[in-house]
């Protein structure tokens, strides 16, 4: 009876300490964003005024510039990379949700998530080897095609997954009224999700924006303005990294702020998105 | 000319063997006042819409259909019945070339729209479905547009540019779907934003805008309030005088009070098929009475 | 055909369907058939691609190139050995601590934590992980690498200094550094993918476990942690698979140096660093095939593990809905 009775009791200590220590691990797991956020924005909010975003980066020595080539840089590498990305991957979509078969889906799924863990770096070689060498030079198609490539998996995975919640009944209704397959998908499956299919290409835009690896040696980065598109561009997340690394305490301070503008873009992007899409399909999705 | 239809269960060259006469329909053409002898096409009018012949449908290994024969008048509503499963679904979506729509499905047997078999080698199933058009159990009017996208879609879709067109047939669709003094204020609110009875009517106006011969309604009504689901009643006795009508329900007092004919399937079988007087008050076979009678189902 | 098209409407109009034309159906089904079997490509383009350029570095050394330890481009003597070693060392770290934080986390969110914390919780850890590597090493190199160098590090040397772990100069660019900002950074996959996991797993399972009597935690531990344990297995694979091929963070704070050293403490390098740092310095045609090789082998590595993590996890996932319309 008695060591019966300290049994439950040390069930409980047990239960009690395990529900303590789970809810501590939740804690630490979200303490690295705080921090981080914190730090990016006591250093690098001091840094942003208006010459950030209008001017170009200062040769070593001279105080002050900004990053606006590199802005302008990464909005033109996200655009280069929907051209490939977005076709790709959503024409992609619309093949595994409304046309392949069982097994071919599985393996184009399967595909999708392998190319999803393949190291960014190894698409900076890809890119290299497709684009700069017959190119003869770094350039922003390169950074582009690099990009691009990245998008096509996510793409393809968002928007499969978008068009499956489109109810059958709407594919059935107009099928009955004899319109053709294809402009069925267009102009009805398509449309009917197509907030799901925009939401998931600006967070595949948002997950590529950040990305610095795939650009060492494809977009290469750039002091100046990139007037043709063979030529190399900078872009924020490469300015970053060479002024992280670097000597200088103002180049430091700006790597900050060029941090602290990129994650806003990125954390507007998710945010504004998924405030999009939960009005939206909140009861479709689980 | 031979006024009347056979039903049979079997091939058709068994059909000559067994002809109890109690299977035989006496069915008098419908009466189709101003278009006995031909439409405005100049095609002959006959007065069978579809003769199905030894029709039967599969999803993978389960028989849906089986074996079944029967012929639909024109200009007239067909009530199909029969307890859950009995692939009266099943047959109505393959007067449409629907049923080959889905995943493991197969189908054989011969199926004739005023003459032409349906499943032949060379048909397009796509304009088999422009002729026979479809409402379904759940009004399904497209979410992205407006009423007056919806009940046009079908022919914008299909190429259709001229706006005065489209237009007019826009109107005369909800007219006769008895919707027009309704809506004609709002056209271009969504189709989603309107009564579930509504949005039923609307997808009927979307099916007739495509001007098809037939209407096949699958439980048009079955999730409608009473009200709504008497306004649609109504309007398929308004329809009937236009188009040849085949309607699936559960209900079937629904069959009753609209339909001219009524079939009764049971497990896949086509078990009685007569005028439905004669199905409700003096049934032929003991499971169709049972049925009827709310004994079974 | 056409012709027997009735106008029941009446044909006051002139209204003309376009007749159906197969051509529209078969370039759109061959278009995004295309696009779709566009993924299998990539991948034979990614292998090729780097096959190709690793080739004559293959030919060269061949097998020597995995087990040499000396990477001199001076003298064109390419040996993987240290990166490898650096690659496994910091993953392997950043696994040891990722794992229990994330899959506690993700018990705390299926298990746990009361439905008005559990969606604020997961848009937080899906704004960690949206959270670039570059914005990591930025910070890992002016904040995170200060702290340990003047607080952690010295701590453990003089807790588990007796360990060759924790053995030899303190830089604050190593391996652990390394490993920690790793840890951050899988943490939110991981911790999702078993959320994902732990959902999947029927209730009637934990039902049975409290009609026996069983406290929260047991039913946790015994219900569900057991049921889904492949799965969970698969979440730390991808994990890994992450780990493995993470670039910029580990560039900014391994410190870059081609040695095997025992010590977590010691500079590091991996494959994904070296090729960050030099492809676009390999002067030579060996140099660069060498790092072609190098990229080889960690695509050859990572692309394991996830086929690995794919496989596990589907294993416990329920299967995927499919559509029902040919």
Redesign the interface.
């Known amino acids: 009876m008695n060591t019966s009775s300290r049994y439950h009791a040390w069930r409980k200590v047990k239960n009690l300490t395990m529900s303590g220590l789970s809810f501590t691990c939740a804690t630490l797991v979200i303490a690295p964003l705080g921090l981080v956020l914190f730090y990016l924005i006591t250093a690098g909010a001091g840094a942003i005024d208006w010459h950030f975003f209008t001017q170009l980066p200062k040769p070593v020595g001279e105080t002050g510039g900004g990053m606006a080539n590199a802005i302008v840089g990464t909005l033109t590498l996200l655009g280069l990379a929907s051209l490939i990305g977005v076709p790709v991957g959503v024409l992609g979509g619309v093949y595994l949700s409304e046309y392949g078969g069982e097994r071919m889906n599985w393996w184009i799924r399967f595909g999708a998530d392998v190319l999803n863990g393949v190291p960014s770096i190894v698409w900076g070689i890809v890119a290299y080897t497709l684009v700069v060498v017959p190119l003869k030079g770094f350039s922003a198609y390169a950074g582009g095609v690099a990009l691009g490539f990245m998008m096509i998996p996510l793409i393809i995975r968002t928007t499969e997954e978008v068009l499956l919640l489109v109810p059958n009944g709407y594919r059935e209704a107009a099928l009955a009224l004899g319109i053709p397959r294809w402009r069925i998908n267009l102009q009805i499956v398509m449309k009917t999700a197509l907030r799901g299919i925009v939401t998931g290409v600006l967070l595949a835009g948002a997950r590529i924006a950040g990305e610095t690896a795939p650009l060492l040696f494809t977009a290469f980065g750039n002091r100046f303005w990139t007037h043709h598109l063979k030529d190399p561009i900078a872009a924020l997340p490469l300015q970053i990294f060479t002024y992280a690394i670097s000597p200088y305490d103002d180049w430091h301070r700006q790597a900050w702020a060029g941090a602290l503008v990129l994650i806003l873009m990125i954390f507007l992007i998710n945010i504004g998105v998924r405030a999009l899409t939960r009005e939206r399909f909140s009861g479709a999705t689980r | 000319m031979n006024a009347s239809l056979t039903v049979t269960q079997s091939k058709r060259e068994g059909a000559a063997v067994k002809t109890k006469e109690s299977q035989s329909l006496p069915l008098t053409r419908p009466a189709t006042p101003g278009g006995k002898e031909t439409t405005s096409r100049g095609t002959p009018v006959s007065e069978v819409a579809f003769e199905v012949d030894s029709l039967s449908c599969w999803f993978g290994q389960h028989q849906a259909v089986q074996d079944l024969s029967l012929q639909i008048p024109a200009k007239a509503v067909t009530a199909i019945i029969g307890p859950s499963g009995c692939g009266k679904s099943t047959f109505l979506r393959s007067l449409n070339r629907m049923h080959e729509l889905v995943r493991g499905s197969r189908l054989r047997g011969q199926i004739r729209l005023f003459g032409e078999n349906i499943y032949g080698p060379r048909i397009d199933p796509t304009l088999i479905r422009r002729r026979v058009g479809m409402v379904f159990q759940k009004s399904n009017p497209f979410p992205t547009m407006s009423i007056r996208e919806n009940v046009t879609v079908g022919l914008r879709l299909n190429g259709v540019r001229n706006h005065i067109a489209l237009e007019e047939r826009m109107e005369k669709a909800l007219r006769m779907a008895a919707l027009w003094e309704e809506v004609n204020e709002h056209l271009d609110r969504p189709g989603t934003s309107l009564s579930g009875g509504q949005q039923q009517r609307l997808c009927i106006a979307r099916a007739l805008a495509v001007q098809p011969d037939v209407l096949l309604m699958d439980e048009p009504a079955s999730a409608l309030d009473p009200i709504a689901t008497t306004k649609i009643e109504e309007l398929i006795q308004e329809l009937k005088k236009d188009y040849t009508i085949v309607i699936v329900t559960h209900n079937m007092q629904q069959a009753a009070r609209c339909s001219d004919y009524t079939a009764f399937f049971y497990m896949g079988r086509l078990i009685e098929y007569d005028k439905t007087d004669k199905v409700f008050t003096n049934p032929s076979n003991k499971q169709t009475e049972d049925y009827v009678t709310g004994r079974f189902g | ?22 051509v ?2 078969r ?3 061959w ?10 490509a ?2 034979v ?2 292998g090729f ?2 096959w ?2 690793a080739s004559m570095s293959v030919h060269h050394f061949g097998t020597g190139f995995l087990t040499g330890s000396k990477w001199d481009p001076v003298q064109e003597v390419f040996g993987a050995l240290p990166f490898i070693y650096g690659t496994l060392v910091s993953s392997l770290v950043a696994l040891v601590i990722a794992v ?3 899959i ?2 993700a ?3 299926t298990e ?2 009361p439905p008005r914390v559990r969606q604020p ?1 997961v ?6 992980s ?10 890992g ?3 995170l690498i200060s702290w340990l160098r003047v607080h952690l590090f010295p701590w453990l040397q003089k807790l588990f200094g007796f360990l060759p772990l924790f053995q030899g100069p303190n830089y604050g660019v190593s391996m652990l550094a390394a490993g920690i900002i790793i840890a ?1 950074m899988i ?2 996959i991981i ?1 999702s993918v078993s959320r994902e996991i732990l959902r999947s797993v029927p209730d009637l399972q934990r039902e049975a476990a409290y009609g026996l009597g069983a ?4 039913v ?1 531990r015994i219900a569900v942690l057991s049921y889904a344990k492949r799965g969970l297995f698969g979440a730390v694979v ?1 994990g890994l ?2 780990a ?5 963070a580990v560039t ?1 704070l391994i410190g870059n140096r081609p040695e095997i050293s025992t010590s977590l403490l010691a500079p590091g390098y991996t494959l ?1 660093s070296v ?2 740092n030099e ?2 310095e390999a002067t030579t045609d060996l140099y660069l095939s060498a790092l ?1 090789e190098i ?1 080889l082998v ?2 050859g590595v ?2 394991l ?3 690995l ?2 496989l596990l996890i589907a294993s416990t996932a329920g299967p ?7």
């Open positions: 055909m056409a012709e027997t098209l009735t106008t029941t409407m009446g044909a006051t109009d002139d209204v003309q369907l376009a007749p159906p034309s197969k529209g159906d370039i759109f089904k278009l995004a058939m295309v696009m779709g079997l566009s993924v299998g990539l991948i383009i990614v691609t780097l190709r350029g229990p934080l994330s506690a986390t018990v705390f969110l746990l934590a919780l848009s937080v850890i899906e704004m960690l949206a959270v670039p590597s570059v914005v990591f090493g930025l910070w190199i002016f904040v951050i943490l939110p911790t406290t929260r935690w047991e946790t991808l698979g992450r493995l091929g993470e670039t910029m900014m994904a090729i960050a492809f676009s072609f990229a960690l695509l990572t692309i593990t996830n086929i993590a794919q995927k809905t499919s559509r029902a319309i040919q």
